[in-house]
């Protein structure tokens, strides 16, 4: 039987790729490199065993004491990495990127073991364009990502099964009633919580019902009829198949789910990403017609109340949103990756 080492840490955008290709390699044995207190302890099955690894990422492009320990840091994990590389006998290395990726990508080029690092950013940051020149094919999820690294090969980006087929919600809500999503990704987003909740009332008096999810670290509250806060749901599929608009960050995984359920969304792009990231995700859905993108800075919650009240009006444009959205969608991006990787 083949063995896969399996990079990925930290957040949802890292983590539910992964698991979508791992879904179409159950003839591999997987193991998983996480680091520790990250949701990979919560999210990868038990079926994967997890091998914990201490590393940091760069915060700062200074040089200073604080650079050195990461660097330190850097070069502890790729010998503990070579070591696992060795006595897992692996055959090969999948990473999704995050800094877990240098380690898993530097100890296996040394070990001479085929390596594939999947970007699903279109901007990628300097150093996965660092990586890309020692991973033996780099899979992308946008066509314009190709320009900045090397031996790269175009497959969307991985979804999980679940939203490929339909799903059921166990949320009682109304049939046939406007559904606003609003979601800040796995990390949640109370700059992005805050403005919308402004904005519910005026929304449900136009008729809608809304599902807020707001992340662990949301302390705000808001009592309204149809409004239902939740820190996290899991059936992210079930709601946004269900959902007549979604109000979003732009992380790439969050985009590649939008893309398939075909669901409209206004994108509020993350104004801290690496390299502005989030906001360059989002122009690609916006220059399709697949969504409406204002930056965080310049949107107010009178603009985003009106923006949303124009839209549950005007149902011709959300269906031509919806087709738009088919234009980005990839649905085979999870077998495309697993086909890559059995071609090692």
Not at 132 to 152: H, M, P
Not at 267 to 296: C, K, M, S, T, W
Request: aromatic fraction near 8%; include cysteine.
């Amino acid at each position: 039987m083949k063995r896969l080492l399996i990079a990925a840490s930290g957040t949802g955008g890292h983590l539910f790729p992964a698991l979508a290709v791992a879904e179409y390699l159950k003839d591999y044995q997987i193991e998983w490199l996480g680091v520790a207190d990250r949701m990979e302890r919560s999210l990868v099955p038990s079926d994967y065993p997890i091998h914990i690894i201490k590393v940091q990422g760069f915060q700062s492009r200074k040089i200073s004491l604080s650079t050195i320990k990461v660097i330190l840091s850097q070069l502890q994990a790729i010998l503990k990495v070579k070591s696992l590389l060795s006595e897992l006998k692996i055959d090969a290395v999948f990473t999704t990127g995050g800094y877990i990726a240098a380690p898993a990508i530097l100890a296996a080029y040394w070990a001479g073991i085929p390596v594939v690092l999947h970007e699903s950013n279109s901007i990628p940051g300097k150093v996965t364009r660092f990586l890309s020149r020692f991973c033996t094919v780099t899979a992308i999820g946008f066509r314009q990502t190709a320009s900045y690294l090397k031996n790269t090969k175009l497959v969307g980006n991985p979804v999980r099964d679940s939203f490929l087929s339909p799903q059921s919600l166990d949320i009682p809500l109304t049939k046939d009633k406007f559904l606003i999503v609003i979601v800040g990704g796995s990390q949640g987003a109370i700059a992005l919580n805050n403005l919308v909740r402004s904005c519910v009332p005026a929304w449900v008096n136009e008729g809608a019902q809304i599902v807020h999810l707001t992340g662990e670290k949301d302390n705000g509250k808001l009592d309204s009829q149809g409004y239902q806060p939740f820190s996290f749901y899991k059936n992210m599929a079930g709601l946004f198949q269900r959902a007549d608009l979604v109000i979003s960050r732009s992380g790439s995984a969050t985009l590649a789910e939008l893309a398939v359920t075909s669901t409209p969304s206004i994108l509020i792009p993350f104004p801290f990403a690496a390299e502005d990231h989030q906001y360059y995700n989002a122009r690609a859905f916006e220059q399709v017609g697949a969504a409406l993108v204002y930056r965080q800075e310049k949107i107010t919650a009178e603009v985003l109340e009106q923006l949303v009240l124009d839209l549950i009006k005007n149902p011709v444009k959300l269906e031509q949103m919806r087709q738009a959205c088919l234009d980005l969608a990839v649905f085979d991006s999870a077998q495309q990756m697993a086909r890559i990787i059995r071609e090692l």
